[in-house]
């Protein structure tokens, strides 16, 4: 049987640091004037930055998924390590 460690303190630190990266990114959220003169160039420039906006949005929620799913993986690690009853009374680390 393959063997693995999993360190539930490493993958908290790995969502802070990716929350932080949210933070940022989701502060982020502004479009560029499109006053460019031109009519259609204008309505282009718009469009692009209402699809641009909607994307990285969606990236921003995306992190959050993934922060959250990381800080449920640690306390799932902890709560199997805890509660696993192994012959011997206790799981190698």
Not at 50 to 70: G, M, N, Q
Not at 73 to 84: I, P
């Amino acid at each position: 049987m393959s063997k693995f460690s999993v360190d539930p303190e490493s993958l908290r630190t790995t969502a802070a640091r990716l929350e932080g990266v949210r933070d940022s990114a989701g502060a982020f959220m502004e479009t560029c004037p499109a006053d460019v003169g031109h009519a259609d160039v204008a309505r282009s420039v718009s469009r692009l930055a209402v699809d641009t906006a909607d994307s990285w949005k969606s990236a921003v929620e995306d992190l959050a998924h993934l922060v959250e799913r990381l800080r449920q993986s640690a306390d799932l690690y902890e709560r199997t390590d805890r509660d696993v009853v192994v012959p011997g009374g206790a799981v190698p680390k």
